[in-house]
């Protein structure tokens, strides 16, 4: 896409320079509709309308912001793993949690953002993140539900991004989509474990399934009537399948592995609806998502207390790298 940076017009223009700038912005605009209708990417450098930007910008900051935040309620188990070998993998599934937030707080960047102003807003409280990671994880079964359905969700809303029209966020997509194959299958792993244990075991195992099934079909977003903004993002090729559509995928895929672990879902009223060719589940409790997501969940408060601390401690290595790189600088001139 060759086109050039017209996105701010100085207001002391001539007339005549002022209509060349509109024209400017015309083929601006009709170079980005090719690059929508051919289905190609739009780069960082591209010229694009402000609310693809701001859409974008939103969606990718709250995607980093979950993976980080995503990190406490396992990063709380890792020194509880029953084992060596769990503690090793614990600790590398949320390794690469944080990486997935640096990729995309690095995609994110390329908008037009600050990492900075990105973290002061989290904190702040100001910016959203998945709802799920405000549940609490009560047992070493919810390493494994976690893993196996909320990995499992994202992974479903994440492989059709790996196509996004943006080309930062879709080349970040196919790593973190690789890495959250592993992440499920350790998930599914702990609890296929637990399920051929002792009936204590199978229990637990249960119990963190039963309450984290709900939540994490909660995570593909309010049902399509109540998702004004999936029509641009559908027609901007960022989204590709509607919330409603992937939550039906997923559950498709989650009834048949239950099965090989021996547990089941909390609910009675999946069927797959022949005629519309899709999964159908019981209502979910859109009341509790709008709460969590308002900031009322049972650990909002306990995560965004943890960032804030964590980012206070981490100062001293941001204030140690900037000085590292403005010597570096100073050498290199
Ligand atoms: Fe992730
Ligand atoms: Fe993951």
Redesign the pocket.
């Known amino acids: 896409m060759a086109m050039q940076n017209v996105q701010s017009v100085p207001a002391e223009l001539s007339p005549e320079a002022l209509e060349s700038a509109a024209q400017l912005v015309a083929e601006a605009q009709a170079d980005f509709d090719r690059v929508m209708a051919e289905d190609s990417r739009v780069e960082p450098r591209d010229w694009m309308p402000e609310a693809y930007r701001k859409t974008l910008l939103r969606q990718i900051s709250q995607h980093a912001h979950s993976e980080i935040i ?1 990190m406490q309620p396992e990063a709380n188990w890792i020194s509880r793993a029953p084992s060596l070998k769990r503690k090793a993998i614990l600790m590398a ?1 949320v390794q ?2 944080a990486g ?1 937030g640096l990729y995309l707080y690095s995609a994110a960047e390329t908008l037009g953002q600050t990492r900075d102003k990105m973290m002061a807003d989290l904190i702040a409280g100001k910016a959203r993140y998945s709802s799920i990671f405000n549940y609490p994880a009560l047992t070493w079964a919810d390493m494994g539900a976690i ?1 196996w359905l ?2 499992g969700a ?1 992974i479903c809303n994440q492989v059709p991004l790996c196509r996004a029209s943006y080309g930062p966020y879709g080349r970040a997509m196919v790593r973190v989509c690789k ?2 194959s592993f ?1 499920q299958r350790q998930g599914f792993e702990i609890l296929l474990e637990l399920a051929n244990g002792t009936p204590e075991q199978k229990a637990m195992a249960q119990d963190a399934v039963d309450r984290w099934y709900a939540p994490s079909l909660m995570m593909f977003g309010p049902p399509d009537d109540d998702s004004p903004n999936s029509k641009q993002s559908m027609a901007w090729n960022i989204k590709r399948f509607s919330n409603d559509e992937l939550r039906s995928r997923f559950v498709g895929m989650m009834v048949e592995q239950v099965k090989v672990l021996g547990l089941t879902l909390p609910d009675d009223q999946i069927r797959f609806n022949e005629d519309a060719k899709k999964w159908e589940h019981s209502p979910l409790d859109w009341n509790e998502f709008q709460e969590v997501l308002a900031g009322r969940g049972p650990c909002n408060a306990q995560r965004l207390e943890r960032r804030r601390q964590a980012h206070d401690d981490g100062a001293w290595v941001r204030e140690a790298a900037s000085a590292y790189a403005a010597k570096q600088k100073e050498q290199a001139a």
Do not use: I, L, P
Request: net charge negative; hydrophobic share 15%; proline share 0%.
């Open positions: 995503g599934k690469d949690e997935h893993g909320v990995d994202a890495e959250e992440h």
